[in-house]
């Protein structure tokens, strides 16, 4: 279903931004003058590791160093092809973040089995994505690339948050009530109710500052936000303390990241409803791999209006809002540009333009995306590193919760 958590999609880091405790211990080495500043500077670094910042400001913390980055989760899942949807909505704003924050993206595989699946065509679709993220230009240098089952931790966690997760929080779960219901009782299993607990454990073991989400994900952020908080309250401060931690917050509370443009690409049958895979017609979306005659025919038979000239933000309108914001993303114009270009066009003379549009665009993308699946051992190491890097962090995370929960130290 292409859900963009986590970014569907985050303990110890230098890069959580969080007040070192090697501040204060510096403070206090520097009025004594009691140990040489190179080992001052050793102890501080050695402490940095073990502190995150008070669950009261997840997004306001103070670092010791301008270089530290805050961090970004996200991911999609490897169900049906990757569409427009996935890409304006999510993909394409990764490649951005990544310049600019820590980020980890990965392909969110135990999501893709709440509902039923071809167990022959899963691995394919997880490489496919995979690939997909690569050649919409995810960078290994600057990105951590992983398939989330690839990591145990994952797994492990959203076991003890269940512990914590009242039953009457995953009731209230907008998207949850809407599949049970199309799908039937005796159709739906635990896990399809269960996995907003999946999603805050995609996102807590790597004390995420910000998380990328659309418009429908909302709530189940704010769900991994409360999962968070009630950890911390029953878990964290002293009495984590008492059984040998270090105290304070377990987990750190992130916040939404919503894009201001393309959260939302609808479908181009129905202007309200979002493009998804899960659209029983394929006409409804563009996929990332369409060939150019198939995004020609979508996009000559998809749905318009008799209104005269073409407008966005006309809520009679939805449809000459969704391709006239498909085109903006597209070409990287302004909205000023596309009315100013556009705004006395009929449907006629539009939807060429926007064919054109498209099939520029993703032309690149599948261009390196046949490059990418050529060579299977490179992707394989891509996600193996991506895997290595993620685990560090998700396994020291999972241990501090082991640890505050009072279990045996392994």
Not at 314 to 338: A, C, D, F, M, W
């Amino acid at each position: 279903m292409g859900r963009s958590i986590f970014s569907h999609f985050p303990i110890l880091s230098n890069s959580i931004s969080s007040l070192p405790c090697g501040v204060h211990l510096n403070k206090y080495l520097s009025r004594t003058g009691a140990i040489h500043a190179r080992r001052r500077q050793l102890i501080s670094e050695k402490f940095r590791c073990f502190c995150s910042v008070s669950v009261s400001e997840p997004s306001t913390s103070v670092t010791s160093s301008s270089s530290v980055k805050k961090r970004i989760v996200s991911g999609v899942q490897p169900t049906g092809s990757l569409h427009l949807g996935n890409y304006l909505g999510a993909i394409k704003n990764w490649i951005d973040l990544q310049n600019t924050y820590e980020t980890l993206f990965f392909i969110v595989d135990l999501h893709a089995i709440t509902l039923p699946y071809d167990t022959q065509q899963l691995s394919k679709a997880i490489k496919d994505t995979a690939a997909l993220y690569l050649a919409c230009g995810v960078d290994t240098s600057k990105a951590s690339v992983f398939v989330q089952s690839h990591v145990r931790a994952h797994v492990e966690l959203m076991w003890l948050l269940s512990s914590a997760t009242p039953i009457g929080w995953l009731n209230k779960m907008i998207q949850f009530k809407e599949k049970s219901l199309k799908a039937g009782d005796e159709n739906v299993g635990v896990a399809l109710l269960t996995y907003p607990v999946l999603m805050a454990s995609d996102i807590l073991l790597y004390q995420s500052d910000l998380v990328p989400v659309g418009e429908d994900q909302k709530q189940h952020l704010e769900l991994t936000r409360d999962l968070a908080k009630r950890v911390n309250d029953l878990y964290g401060g002293r009495r984590w303390k008492k059984l040998g931690g270090r105290g304070g917050a377990i987990f750190k509370v992130p916040e939404p990241m919503i894009p201001p443009t393309g959260a939302r690409v609808m479908s181009l049958t129905d202007g309200l409803s979002k493009m998804s895979k899960s659209a029983p017609s394929d006409q409804s979306r563009i996929n990332l791999l369409d060939p150019k005659d198939v995004i020609k025919n979508k996009i000559k038979r998809c749905k318009t209006d008799s209104f005269s000239g073409l407008e966005f933000d006309n809520p009679e309108r939805p449809e000459s809002n969704n391709l006239l914001s498909i085109y903006q993303l597209v070409t990287g114009k302004t909205k000023q540009e596309v009315v100013a270009e556009c705004q006395d066009m009929n449907w006629g003379s539009f939807k060429p333009l926007l064919t054109d549009a498209l099939i520029d665009h993703l032309h690149p993308i599948q261009v390196r995306y046949a490059e990418i699946m050529s060579d299977v051992p490179y992707l394989d190491n891509i996600l193996a590193e991506g895997a290595s890097k993620a685990a560090s962090i998700a396994d020291a995370s999972l241990d501090n919760v082991y640890q505050a929960m009072g279990f045996l130290r392994r």
